[in-house]
């Protein structure tokens, strides 16, 4: 039986020949002096470093935990990308239009799997920005992934449109007693009927901040 070492220096073999790379331009890439540290790696002779995994990686254009784990570990960090619509106000209704992918604003990552049909909103306003240290809380400016296959229930949150589409609004999903409602998490903002108007277009699967909000 092969040792994890081993394993781990045939998965580097195959990736570095798959890029049709030899030792000495992958020992480049990775800014070592000589290819003997990459050769003891693909024998299993020597134990590879998490640092040398992140280096590797980067050079063959796979995740660390590729190297160090193969593909199952790498659907970790499998990204999907979805576009970003126009912003979502969450407080009362917000005039939107149709959109289709060309209206995007950008293409957003995420490790969620979502639909073919899902998109991100920015959220605007507060109503959904829950009270200190209660959570969940969405507060302006983050990102939602608007999933229109999922089904929503009650307790999910969702992105719902009312008087012909032309406005969505972004709230928690509530039923009693056979009425819907939608439910702002901040308690100094209204609850909203979702009646015979209003349509639910996706539930909220995702939540993350911009990628600039970090700088």
Known sequence: MKTMHELIGERIKSLREAKGLSQVQLAKLCGWAAPSRLGNYELGTRKVSADDAVILGSALGVSPAMIMFGDEADSVFKQYEYPLFASVQAGPFSEVGSYTASDAKSWVATTKKASENAFWLEVKGHSMTAPQGVRPSFPEG?????DPAEDVETGDFCVASANGDSEVTFKKY??????????????AYRVLDCDHSCRII???????WPEETFG
């Open 142 to 146: 983050m990102l939602i992934l608007v």
């Open 202 to 208: 996706g539930k909220v699967v995702k939540a993350q």
């Open 174 to 187: 509530e039923k009693d007693g056979g009425v819907s409602y939608l439910v702002p998490l901040n308690p």
